[in-house]
């Protein structure tokens, strides 16, 4: 490389000394801060960092506070929940309410809602339970499609019934996996 040793300056990240390279301009070299590109992307980072906002308010950005249930307005998953990221890290957007309103949710537990609305963010909407809690909460409110739409006679006829699950489904009004899971032997097994 051609360095014009005469001619050098601090590094704004690392402090190392470092000299002109000749292929530049005085103009480049007038703005020049960092020794090497690798400097140069470390003190970018930091920079980024500090102008980060809050967690906090990154999560309070996607809130629309209303009278009843207060709907997040960022980017849902498959299942229709509330996620964001922050420091290239995913958050559940119902679990982090929860945390916020000073319950977190322990290992093993998941937020549960009480209003029925998956994209709800509301904390007094929200409390931390187990699965097993989340789906006996369900059944009792009727959301579960098995439960609700299927008696033990057609449970018992889809059963028997060969052919596509997703045709199957849509003749009884239920969902492919609820057809593969009767068909499994994991629902309705008592049917006779």
């Given at each position: 490389?051609y ?16 000299a ?5 301009t ?12 690798k ?7 930091v ?17 629309t506070k ?7 307005s960022?980017l ?10 922050h ?8 679990a ?23 994209i ?6 929200l409390?931390?339970?187990t699965?097993?809690q989340?789906?006996?909460?369900m ?18 006829q ?6 596509d ?16 899971q ?6 309705w097994r008592?049917?006779?």
């Open positions: 490389m360095r014009d040793l005469t001619c050098t300056k601090a590094c704004a990240h690392c402090g190392e000394l470092f002109r390279d000749m292929r530049c005085w103009a480049h070299w007038g703005r020049a801060k960092f020794c090497s590109r400097c140069n992307a470390a003190a970018w980072s920079l980024s960092i500090k102008r980060r906002p809050p967690i906090e308010d990154a999560f309070s950005r996607y809130v209303a009278d009843g249930c207060w709907p997040w960022g849902t998953d498959k299942d229709g929940y509330g996620v964001f990221f420091a290239k890290k995913q958050y559940r957007a119902p982090f309410a929860l945390k916020l309103d000073g319950r977190p949710v322990p290992k093993g537990h998941m937020a549960c809602h009480t209003c029925d609305n998956p709800c963010v509301r904390p007094d909407h409390y931390p339970g699965p097993k989340n789906v006996a909460d059944i009792q409110r009727g959301r579960a499609n098995h439960a609700k739409k299927l008696t033990a006679e057609q449970a018992i889809i059963r028997n019934m060969t052919g699950h997703g045709e199957i489904a849509a003749a009884f009004g239920v969902s492919r996996s609820n057809v593969s009767i068909k499994e032997g994991k629902i008592n049917a006779q």
